[in-house]
């Protein structure tokens, strides 16, 4: 049975930074897009980054970002073991979430799908269980 996991998540000042991991047990992460997710109280789940599936070899995958987070989030693989980080730098309040990392229900989805698809839970069939995110001001 293929589980994701979240790590990393915490409570850190306004302009602080944090790094979550997201590990998979059963599956190859690479041969996925992966998306970090995002809720909120009272709030949908909102697409934050993805990352698509790599070549297997030295490309790692396009990467797209929502508005809100573009310049200060970065997301990336270690393909050696098996995890995709979602680097978070000049955190904001608004940023308070529950964090989650899903992957694709369609491996190897092309790059030019995946730009319309990698924002919509729905196109996305396993899931982490979340980690905290708070950001006090």
């Known amino acids: 049975q293929v589980q994701l996991a979240e790590s990393g998540g915490g409570l850190v000042q306004s302009g602080g930074s944090l790094r979550l991991s997201c590990s998979s047990s059963?599956?190859?992460?690479?041969?996925?897009?992966v998306s970090w997710f995002r809720q909120a109280p009272g709030k949908e789940h909102e697409g934050v980054a993805c990352?698509?599936?790599?070549?297997?070899?030295?490309?790692?995958?396009?990467?797209f970002y929502a508005d809100s987070v573009k310049g200060r989030f970065t997301i990336s693989r270690d393909n050696s073991k098996n995890l995709v980080y979602l680097e978070m730098e000049n955190l904001k309040p608004e940023d308070t979430a529950v964090y989650y990392c899903?992957?694709?229900?369609?491996?190897?989805?092309?790059?030019?799908?995946?730009?319309?698809?990698?924002?919509?839970?729905?196109?996305?069939?396993?899931w982490g269980q979340g980690t905290q995110v708070s950001v006090s001001s």
């Open positions: 059963g599956s190859t992460l690479d041969y996925y897009a």
């Open positions: 990352i698509s599936s790599g070549d297997g070899e030295s490309f790692d995958g396009h990467t």
């Open positions: 899903a992957t694709d229900r369609v491996m190897f989805r092309s790059p030019g799908t995946v730009a319309k698809t990698w924002a919509k839970p729905e196109e996305f069939d396993r």
